[in-house]
C-alpha cells in the first residue's frame, strides 16, 4: 500500500513561522478544492501539492498523507455535520428552531465534504472516534439547553432529557437527506414543529403562539 493509500498517519507537523503556515493553508485548501472536485479517492498527494504550487516533499512535511490533511479540515468543521446550537427558551420556538436548521443545512452543502464521511468511517477508527466526541459535546449543548428550559416549566414534567436530546440529534442529521432527496420533501419547518412538539406541551406552545400575535397586533 502507497503512502497515498494510508488511512492512518502521525499527526501533521503545526508550523509556527508565517510562512510554514501560509504553505500549509496553501495545502488546505487545495485538498479541499480537490476533495470536491474529484472525491477523496481519486485525488492524490502529488496532485494536492502541485495545485497549491508546491512541491510534494513540501507535502509531505506537513501531512503524513492525504487522510491526514482531510482530518486537519474536519478537525474545525466536524460540528458543522452536527445539530446546530438551539435555544430552547424563546417565545417563538418553532421559527427559530426551523431558521437554525435552514442555517445548518446550508453550511453542509457548501462545506461539500459530506459525502467523504461515510466512505471513511467504515474503515477509519480515529475519524469515527472524532465524530463520537463531536456529537458527544452537541449532545450536551442540547441536554444543558432542555434543563433550563425544564427550570422555567417549559418542557414536558416527565422528559428524559438524556434520551429526548439524543433524539433530537438523529432527526436533525436525517433531516438533511429528507429535505434534499425524499420524494415528498420535509422542510425545515416541519422538523422544527416535531422536534417542538416532542419538547413542548401544547399549552406553553399556544401561550408563546399567542403572545407572538399579541406582538404584532
Known amino acids: 500500500m502507497s503512502d497515498d493509500e494510508k488511512l492512518v498517519g502521525e499527526f501533521p507537523f ?6 510554514a503556515q501560509k504553505k500549509r493553508n496553501a495545502l488546505l485548501e487545495s485538498g479541499y478544492a480537490l476533495f470536491q472536485a474529484k472525491g477523496y479517492e481519486q485525488t492524490t498527494a502529488k496532485e494536492i501539492a502541485a495545485h497549491a504550487g508546491v ?14 490533511l482531510l482530518m486537519s479540515l474536519l478537525e474545525d468543521k466536524i460540528e458543522s455535520f452536527l445539530p446546530p446550537e438551539i435555544s430552547w427558551v424563546t417565545n417563538d420556538p418553532v421559527s427559530s428552531l426551523a431558521s437554525s436548521l435552514e442555517s445548518h ?21 480515529e475519524l469515527v472516534g472524532v465524530l463520537k466526541n463531536a456529537r458527544t459535546r452537541i449532545h450536551a449543548r442540547i441536554y444543558s439547553g432542555l434543563e433550563k428550559a425544564r427550570e422555567k416549566g417549559y418542557v ?3 422528559l428524559d432529557l438524556d434520551t429526548v436530546s439524543w433524539a433530537i440529534m438523529v432527526i436533525v442529521e436525517n433531516g438533511l437527506d429528507q429535505t434534499g432527496h425524499a ?20 399549552s406553553i406552545l399556544e401561550k408563546w403562539r399567542g403572545n407572538a400575535l399579541e406582538t404584532i397586533e
Request: proline share 8%.
Open 156 to 158: 414536558w414534567n416527565d
Open 183 to 202: 420524494e415528498k420533501k420535509c422542510t425545515c419547518l416541519e422538523i422544527a414543529k416535531l422536534v417542538c412538539r416532542m419538547v413542548y406541551p401544547p
Open 14 to 19: 503545526l508550523p509556527k513561522q508565517d510562512r
Open 55 to 68: 512541491a510534494t516533499g513540501t507535502f509531505y512535511r506537513y501531512f503524513s498523507d492525504k487522510r491526514q
Open 105 to 125: 443545512y446550508n453550511r453542509i452543502h457548501e462545506f461539500g465534504l459530506r459525502r467523504v464521511l461515510p466512505e471513511l468511517l467504515l474503515k477509519d477508527p
